[in-house]
């Protein structure tokens, strides 16, 4: 299982970027599919996930507000659209995945999903 993030870039502040996560190697079964982030001096911490079993979504209270979570199942990707962007939003984003239900989707622990994407960078300039 591989999952494929794209979409990164450099934008200033107050713009918008939209990141995809390409799925279509996850097998058949109810997954929360989330969207990590490292930011510079701070641990990797998760910023939004789609948990599949009921379409549930949840943010980190950061993001609230100005990104959003969905699932393009025509494309087979979860997508974190991402508007008014900071600076301190910069990072190295990442999606990932694990079986399960929503539970996984609360807490957002990355040490509980199985299945990683590379890394995708967001640079948000002042």
């Known amino acids: 299982v591989q999952l494929q993030a794209s979409g990164g870039g450099l934008v200033q502040s107050g713009g918008s970027l939209k990141l995809s996560c390409a799925t279509s190697?996850?097998?058949?079964?109810?997954?929360?599919i989330a969207w990590f982030r490292r930011v510079p001096g701070k641990e990797r911490e998760g910023v939004s996930c789609?948990?599949?079993?009921?379409?549930?979504?949840h943010y980190e209270d950061s993001v609230k507000g100005r990104f959003t979570i969905s699932r393009d199942n025509a494309k087979n990707t979860v997508d974190l659209q991402m508007n008014d962007l900071k600076p301190e939003d910069t990072g190295v984003y990442y999606c990932?995945?694990?079986?399960?239900?929503?539970?996984?989707?609360?807490?957002?622990?990355?040490?509980?999903?199985?299945?990683w994407g590379q890394g995708t960078l967001v640079t948000v300039s002042s």
């Open positions: 190697t996850l097998k058949p079964d109810s997954y929360a």
């Open positions: 990932a995945a694990t079986r399960g239900g929503d539970w996984y989707c609360r807490f957002m622990r990355d040490y509980e999903y199985e299945y």
């Open positions: 789609f948990s599949t079993a009921g379409s549930s979504t």
